[in-house]
C-alpha cells in the first residue's frame, strides 16, 4: 500500500529558529514528492522534487530527495509568524497511479514571536 | 482570472440528506481531484478524473458520487450513505502533461452535518 508519513505532526518554535520538516515515503513507481504550505485553506505549491540530492530553494524555505533512503526533507531557516501553517507532503506515482497523489498527515508548524 | 471555484465554502446540512459540492475551472485542466480533510489528518482522494466522462475512485469513494460531463466541471456529491461527511473539501486540477506535479486548489467547501 502506497504512503507518505511525516513527522513531526507539531511542532512550536520561536521567531528566528531553524526547522526540518520530514517526509517518508512508500509509493509504487515513484516519479515525483511535493512540498505545500496551507495556512487556512488552499494549500499553496512550494516544491517538486523528482531526483536525488538537487536542493530547492525559495528563500528561506529548501527541499532536498533522497531516492535511495525515501526520504524528503523541507528545512525553513530564521523562522517568523508567517510560517505558521500546516506543511504536507505528497507523492506521485507513474504507471497505474498516475495522475493521483499520495498525502501525508500534514506538520503543524507554529512560530511564536 | 484563471483558477478553480469551490461553491458553497460552507454548508449545513441534516443527518439523511444528499448534498452537492460544485467545483468549477477555466485552466483548461485535463485532470480533476476531490480530496477530504480531517483534522490531522492531511488529504485523503476521494475520486478523480483524467478525462471527460471518465473517473476513477481514490481511497475512500464510498459515499460519495461524482461526474465529468463537462471539461471544467467535477462536481462531488456527498450521498446520506456516507458515515462522517463533516470534513473540509478541496477540489484541485492539473494539466495531464504536468500530472504528478502541481496540483491546483481551490479555496475548499467546509460542509457540517448537523
Known amino acids: 500500500e502506497d504512503k507518505v508519513v511525516q513527522s513531526p505532526l507539531s511542532l512550536v518554535v520561536h521567531e528566528g529558529d531553524t526547522v526540518t520538516l520530514n517526509c517518508s515515503y512508500e509509493?509504487?513507481?515513484?516519479?515525483?514528492l511535493l512540498w505545500y504550505k496551507q495556512e487556512k485553506k488552499a494549500p499553496t505549491f512550494l516544491f517538486m522534487l523528482?531526483?536525488?540530492?538537487i536542493e530547492k530553494k525559495s528563500g528561506r524555505l529548501s527541499s532536498i530527495l533522497d531516492k535511495k533512503e525515501l526520504f524528503s526533507i523541507l528545512n525553513i531557516t530564521a523562522t517568523q509568524t508567517g510560517d505558521s501553517a500546516i506543511y504536507l507532503c505528497?507523492?506521485?506515482?507513474?504507471?497505474?497511479?498516475?495522475?493521483?497523489?499520495?498525502f501525508g498527515r500534514g506538520t503543524q508548524l507554529t512560530v511564536w514571536p | 482570472d484563471g483558477g478553480i471555484t469551490q461553491s458553497p465554502k460552507y454548508l449545513f446540512r441534516k443527518e439523511g440528506q444528499n448534498v452537492t459540492l460544485s467545483c468549477e475551472q477555466n485552466?483548461?485542466?485535463?485532470?480533476m481531484y476531490w480530496y477530504r480533510q480531517d483534522p490531522g489528518q492531511g488529504l485523503r482522494l476521494i475520486y478523480y478524473?483524467?478525462?471527460?466522462?471518465?473517473?476513477q475512485k481514490g481511497d475512500i469513494a464510498e459515499g460519495y458520487s461524482v461526474s465529468r460531463e463537462k471539461k471544467e466541471s467535477f462536481p462531488l456529491t456527498v450521498t446520506s450513505a456516507q458515515k462522517n461527511p463533516t470534513a473540509f473539501y478541496l477540489c484541485?486540477?492539473?494539466?495531464?502533461?504536468?500530472?504528478?506535479?502541481?496540483?491546483?486548489f481551490g479555496e475548499g467547501s467546509r460542509l457540517t452535518v448537523l
Open positions: 509509493v509504487t513507481n515513484f516519479r515525483s
Open positions: 523528482t531526483s536525488s540530492g
Open positions: 484541485a486540477s492539473t494539466p495531464l502533461q504536468g500530472v504528478n506535479g502541481e496540483l491546483f
Open positions: 505528497a507523492g506521485g506515482g507513474r504507471g497505474s497511479t498516475l495522475g493521483r497523489l499520495y
Open positions: 485552466l483548461n485542466h485535463d485532470a
Open positions: 478524473s483524467q478525462i471527460v466522462n471518465d473517473f
